[in-house]
């Protein structure tokens, strides 16, 4: 007998018997309160993927030799559900979480899986519990997959015995009240990701060895810390995001979106995606180019000298986007300009703006809304 | 009121029923089966170390948005506990494993604590379950010291609760039937550690995305893969342990014992710096040099072609020594010779034997023999 591939008609609903009242927006922190139900589904080399189980919320039992707690066999995604005006659900581009999702788990030897089956099962879990989805722009439900290893043995080896859940989380918007753009510290002491590494998987040791930095940066008075990479001090990403640059150069007046190009050991981010496609579909190829190429710390000073450096933010699932007004290297400020009198620049608040659109369902793009299901 | 120190006199014991009969020594399989036993401290951020706590083996219960599953937030220590030939108990520099537990623990931002305090809970554990440590050379209880951090949010930053707790495993020899000398795959399309990175510390971060390269290298039919790094195919690990070379000078005839720097991307193996301190100690300087400095791959094979490569090993605490008997490099076999109709060379041999005598007390060297307790 072969193994059993994910399959959602398998799904088990044991319902809590008791729902909870959704919390008031303004008692939303994220990552913090979660909805009544999860899914989990076990994995097993020799029967592959179990019955997946829509369960009542609560605590993992695992052996204290399960490899999750001393190899980092594991990874996760974060993806939004959204509450429409019209009350649907919505979900944005969830197969790029799916694609993402097994590529991470191939690198660690976790279990692959069919991204459409997890994607109805995760629809299942949100329609379960979908009175706790808060309501208004910015709001929406964290949805977090995660795939763990949990054999039970010291050997560092290929998990033969695996665990995929999926919890979510009630949030508000990131910026409470608008914008509010950071300062940066550009981090050459400690190193992100490395060519032949995995910086570019959600892996969950991509993560704790991130914080030291960034409360260093936190210690000397910066929000985040803006990752670097090589000799020539290539700008990588920033915090847990992926990080965006606009210039605008003197002569020409031309205008360009820089990022830092999928070479490994950059996270594949959906908004990073998403926002690469948006500004090539809507600005004006005669006013600007989009380009994916490293932009490094000497280039970055030297354009903001000559007042060629217009714009500067942060890319990812939680915020959309994270407007930068000023990065810090060597001790000296490097500093971005704002629109007067707010906390970002106009390409930042239009892209957050088109992303906001088609996730909240007001605008079509592609395929990249998915109505999942109706209140 | 500020938060308490971990503390051994604290401890409580909960002992199981009905202890269990030990295995037979050819039924012991590396961290599969535990003794009955576990120790557990709660700590938290607010109040500091708990009360130890020994109580039956089991499992651990935990929140799914525990960091430790989403984030990597953990770390280890491999030492082992040996019954010497008049019944005593040692452990072999168990000082040295606190010392980098809590380097560790720095790294990412998890609590340190007393070592000495640690050592004293783990005596008390293994006296627990004494009568499950196997008796013979090569045979001792493996201890796995774990710190996780346990904090129940998704989001990225310093934990605020932490678990660390001790499992034991009786372990028989490495290698059963003597040394078996092991082929290996030279790496240079996967990096293990970097410079800025956490390579030196024992995290889960470091463990599960080396299994991938391992396998591809088993697929080509090696037993381990070498890890290299940079354009000059620094030699750094191989597999989960440390590397040594020896050369011999074909002009001067002066033997050469070589191991990696510790230069931040090398694991400070207790292993390694035993080796270093006894060969300098017993060899003779006249004819060795101790040197920590790199190897790269075009002096192994220059140096194998001259005959100058006369030994290779690995070095950790599973296997004290693991002998080398080949490097494959670009599909090009690199020979590493063996003593006649042996499976080692003499150092390595030597090594085994200098390190093994002192484990199990018939040798004392400095204080890295701790008589824990008898039986």
Tied chains: 1, 2.
Aim: with cysteine; proline share 6%.
């Amino acid at each position: 007998m072969s193994a059993a591939q994910l399959d959602a008609s398998k799904l088990v609903i044991t319902p809590v018997e008791n729902p909870s009242k959704p919390l008031s927006n303004d008692k939303l922190v994220f990552g913090k309160t979660f909805t009544d139900h999860m899914l989990t589904i076990e994995w097993t080399k020799e029967n592959g993927w179990d019955s997946p189980q829509i369960k009542p919320y609560g605590p993992l039992v695992l052996d204290p030799s399960a490899v999750v707690f001393h190899y980092a066999f594991e990874l996760f995604e974060g993806m939004k559900a959204y509450r429409t005006e019209d009350n649907k659900i919505t979900m944005f581009r969830p197969d790029m979480n799916m694609k993402r999702m097994n590529k991470s788990a191939s690198r660690i030897l976790l279990p692959n899986f069919d991204g459409e089956e997890l994607i109805k099962l995760i629809t299942k879990l949100i329609e379960q519990d979908k009175h706790l989805i808060p309501e208004g722009q910015g709001y929406s439900l964290y949805i977090r997959p995660t795939l763990i290893g949990t054999t039970s043995t010291l050997g560092v080896s290929t998990p033969d015995k695996a665990l995929l859940f999926v919890i979510c989380s009630p949030v508000g918007p990131y910026y409470k009240t608008g914008f509010q753009a950071v300062r940066l510290e550009a981090t050459d002491y400690a190193t992100r990701a490395w060519p032949g590494g995995c910086g570019d998987k959600k892996l969950g040791a991509n993560y704790a060895p991130c914080v030291l930095p960034q409360l260093q940066a936190a210690e000397r008075g910066y929000q985040q810390n803006l990752w670097l990479f090589g000799p020539e001090k290539n700008i990588t990403e920033v915090g847990t995001m992926n990080c965006f640059f606009v210039f605008k150069d003197s002569t020409t007046g031309k205008k360009e979106l820089v990022t830092a190009p999928l070479d490994g050991t950059i996270l594949e981010g959906v908004t990073r995606d998403s926002i690469l496609t948006l500004a090539k579909n809507k600005l004006d190829s005669n006013e600007w180019i989009i380009s994916e190429r490293y932009c490094n710390m000497h280039e970055l000073k030297e354009r903001a000298a000559n007042g060629e450096l217009i714009e500067a933010f942060g890319s990812g699932t939680a915020a959309i986007v994270s407007p930068i007004k000023e990065v810090g290297w060597n001790g000296e400020p490097i500093f971005v300009p704002l629109l007067p009198g707010e906390q970002s620049g106009a390409l930042t608040k239009q892209v957050a703006q088109w992303i906001g659109d088609i996730q909240y369902g007001r605008e079509k793009f592609d395929n990249w809304t998915r109505v999942i299901t109706e209140l």
